[in-house]
């Protein structure tokens, strides 16, 4: 490395010294209290296991749907702790992991897919305001940026594509001027604004606060309470728990990335970790040099992506780029920190954001997501349609938690509805395989990733043939 490199390389890594080892969301003085854990038996109507945004939803929607229905959620250790609370904060429409892995898989239903997540973005918002979710909620849109040119001429090209296929509803092309209006950066070279399919929020706040409202509906919420075990009891299930359990009529898995209760369902998902950075507050005058007025969220259009956004107090969180898959798909806590992770990133920070120079870092932090082989969530049924489940968000659950949410519901209800009879829905995912081959297929994939990005986009064999197999990467 070059003298000049590695002077650079040391500022870097000085931005980094204060920085806490702890989601910055959930580092927060008005985090609410745990409600107890269960001891003893209960029962209910419906179970749901799991207290992230998959299972605060689910309970939430079913007592909206049937307010007398009997509902009690168990969370494992405390709501929100785990990706829901760590997360970018990104609440997307789209439930396909981007309209181009939806194109690509399901052609035939991708204007209902589309229609059926501005819906359920817009159900989102609507009970941010009825149930007073207090979670810095913003409508604000996200642009997708361009950093190479050959990665402007593919935003020029895709943008031409989905209008001609009538899905650029909202969306506008900005070329390097119009994307560096909206925020500056001297390595913007073209984007695409979604105007209305994203909105940014606090994601621990709005999983605390569907607690909250869940509660309020009269959902029994026990929390350090871990499912243990799932078996048919008389005509329902029963679930045991470290003091006690529960016997319900349903059940609904909201478990993600742990083990699924339902062992023939845990090959669909694998846990990647993924890194995110916090700086401190900018100062007015930091804020004015980069723009930013209108809020968006942003990424970036590499295959090793980045992405940033505002705070409410106007830090900038910026995450992404290294994906990391442990063998064994194994989820640890030791796996939420990673610092050289960490230097990388604050790195690629200042080479986006040079007129940032000395702005600090208050926070870092990792943690997995529940990532299946289409990137985009399945569902299922067990026990004679007594059990339902929904995982394999793949980084894209803030949003579609919810309609995972209302699938499982319908499911449990044994109803057809425009949602059960989705492909997406009645469809699953390819398993992955068994160690060692999960690993070296992973690990194949990511250096192949890193050398499309740096050879102009170009995918090599093996990543054409996961193309064709339905397993290819595009984020």
Not at 89 to 99: Q, V
Not at 141 to 162: F, R, S
Not at 203 to 220: F, S
Request: charged share 25%; glycine share 12%; proline share 6%.
């Amino acid at each position: 490395m070059a003298p000049s490199a590695m002077s650079r390389s040391n500022d870097w890594t000085k931005s980094l010294s204060d920085a806490q080892p702890v989601p910055y969301w959930l580092d927060d003085p008005g985090r609410p209290r745990p409600q107890p854990a269960l001891t003893g038996a209960e029962t209910c109507d419906l179970l749901v296991v799991g207290g992230g945004y998959s299972g605060l939803w689910t309970a939430l929607i079913a007592k909206e749907r049937d307010p007398g229905r009997d509902v009690v959620l168990l969370e494992g250790r405390e709501v929100g702790w785990a990706a829901s609370g760590r997360n970018g904060g990104f609440c997307a429409a789209s439930l396909t992991h981007g309209l181009s892995n939806g194109l690509t898989r399901w052609p035939e239903e991708i204007h209902k897919l589309e229609e059926l997540g501005a819906r359920n973005l817009d159900a989102i918002e609507t009970a941010v305001a009825r149930h007073s979710l207090d979670c810095d909620f913003e409508r604000t849109g996200e642009i997708d940026v361009a950093t190479e040119p050959y990665q402007a001429a593919e935003l020029k090209d895709w943008y031409e594509e989905i209008r001609g296929k009538g899905l650029a509803d909202g969306v506008e092309y900005l070329d390097a001027d119009a994307v560096r209006e909206q925020v500056d950066s001297p390595t913007f070279r073209a984007g695409l604004w979604d105007r209305r399919g994203v909105a940014m929020l606090n994601p621990a706040k709005l999983a605390w606060n569907l607690k909250r409202a869940c509660l309020d509906l009269g959902v029994r919420v026990y929390e350090n309470t871990p499912a243990l075990t799932l078996k048919p009891y008389g005509a329902g299930m029963a679930v045991r728990t470290p003091y006690g359990g529960v016997r319900a009529r349903t059940v609904a898995l909201g478990t993600n990335i742990f083990p699924s209760l339902v062992k023939r369902v845990r090959p669909y998902t694998v846990p990647v970790y993924d890194y995110a950075l916090m700086t401190e507050p900018l100062t007015d005058g930091q804020l004015a040099s980069i723009g930013w007025q209108g809020r968006q969220g942003l990424g970036d259009s590499a295959n090793q992506f980045h992405y940033f956004r505002l705070s409410s107090d106007n830090r900038i969180l910026w995450g992404g780029y290294d994906a990391v898959y442990p063998y064994g798909g194994r989820v640890r806590a030791e796996y939420d920190d990673r610092p050289e992770t960490y230097a990388k990133l604050a790195g690629h920070f200042f080479t986006c954001f040079p007129q940032l120079e000395g702005v600090r870092f208050t926070h870092a932090w990792g943690g997995a997501i529940d990532t299946c082989s289409r990137f985009s969530a399945f569902f299922g049924t067990a026990h004679q349609g007594k059990v339902a489940y929904a995982a394999g968000y793949t980084g894209l659950g803030v949003g579609a938690t919810r309609f995972g949410a209302e699938v499982m519901l319908d499911l449990l209800s044994g109803e057809r509805t425009e949602r059960t009879e989705l492909e997406m829905v009645r469809r699953k995912p390819l398993p992955f395989p068994p160690e060692p081959f999960a690993w070296t297929g992973i690990a194949l994939t990511k250096w192949s990733l890193a050398r499309a990005d740096a050879q102009g986009g170009r995918r090599n064999l093996w990543l054409r043939t996961m193309d064709k197999l339905g397993l290819g990467f595009d984020s």
